[in-house]
């Protein structure tokens, strides 16, 4: 997590997280902590919330017949997490997500499971319609206890180069 005590003025400062363009290099990896440890509650909420009405995800006794034996976490929730995970490291300050590619699910997610996670930076070039800013590419893997290789994806983004985040204004 990268974090910045900016002074506003006197004694007064203003916490700032996340990366400028220029904090970025090709190859960097980012660890994402802390973990989480995803409940039956976030899986079964979120299920609902989403509409999503399939039964493996909160109906033990059908999830007991199916080749998982438990109910599964919801993978759109394992891809929220995870990209929450990553924001304060590649995201904080982006100015716009501009496309999740590759998206992953190499093993189940099961209510009780720790994610861990990190981010690998792939690209990083300068923005040809916005001199203030970059694009960044990075690919976040995410992993459960016992490093068993859970998710993993691509993501672009629009980020401002130093001076120019919302966060630098002076009257934020």
Known sequence: ????????????TRESYGRYFEDFEVGDIYEHRPGRTISEADNTWFTLLTMNQHPIHFDKEYAKRSEFGQPIVNSC????IVAGMSVSDVSQKAIANLGWTDIAMPAPVFNGDTLM???EVLV??????RPTAGIVTVKTVAFK??????????RQMLV????HAVDD????
């Open 1 to 12: 997590m990268v974090a910045v005590a900016k002074p506003v003025g006197g004694r007064r």
């Open 160 to 163: 401002p180069k130093r001076g």
């Open 145 to 154: 206890q016992g490093g068993v290789r859970v998710m993993e994806f691509s």
């Open 124 to 129: 990083k070039r300068e923005s040809a319609s």
């Open 77 to 80: 929730l394992t891809l929220a």
């Open 117 to 119: 996670a990190e981010s």
């Open 169 to 172: 204004k002076a009257d934020y």
